[in-house]
């Protein structure tokens, strides 16, 4: 589980000489930040965390439903043109 210290920072160099190590504390001490250029690039986590993180962001089919707006826009063409035919009789 992840302590309640800072994340590292690993700057990428170091990350691929160190890679074994880098998995390591992601394991013991919690997510590791790997930089390039001196910005965060990427987050090395538990893959048990990662499972979390991902469940957590998908809605459920109830928060979908109860939405307020719709996720995508589905385009419906225009109904001009389109003709309602007269029933038939039924013998």
Same mark, same amino acid.
């Given at each position: 589980?992840?302590?309640?210290?800072?994340a590292?920072?690993w700057?990428?160099q170091?990350?691929?000489?160190h890679? /074994?190590?880098l998995?390591?504390?992601?394991?013991?001490?919690?997510?590791?930040?790997v930089?390039? @250029? /001196?910005?965060?690039?990427?987050?090395?986590?538990?893959?048990?965390?990662?499972r @979390?993180?991902e469940?957590?962001? @998908?809605?459920?089919?109830?928060?979908?439903l109860?939405?307020e707006?719709? @996720?995508?826009?589905i385009?419906?063409?225009?109904r001009r043109?389109?003709?309602?035919?007269?029933?038939?009789?039924?013998?």
């Amino acid at each position: 589980m992840a302590s309640n210290t800072a994340a590292k920072k690993w700057p990428v160099q170091d990350a691929k000489a160190h890679f /074994g190590e880098l998995l390591e504390a992601s394991l013991t001490e919690g997510p590791q930040i790997v930089t390039r @250029r /001196g910005v965060d690039a990427a987050v090395l986590v538990p893959v048990d965390q990662w499972r @979390r993180l991902e469940q957590a962001a @998908r809605p459920t089919l109830k928060d979908l439903l109860l939405a307020e707006s719709p @996720r995508i826009e589905i385009p419906v063409p225009p109904r001009r043109g389109w003709h309602r035919r007269a029933p038939t009789a039924l013998e």
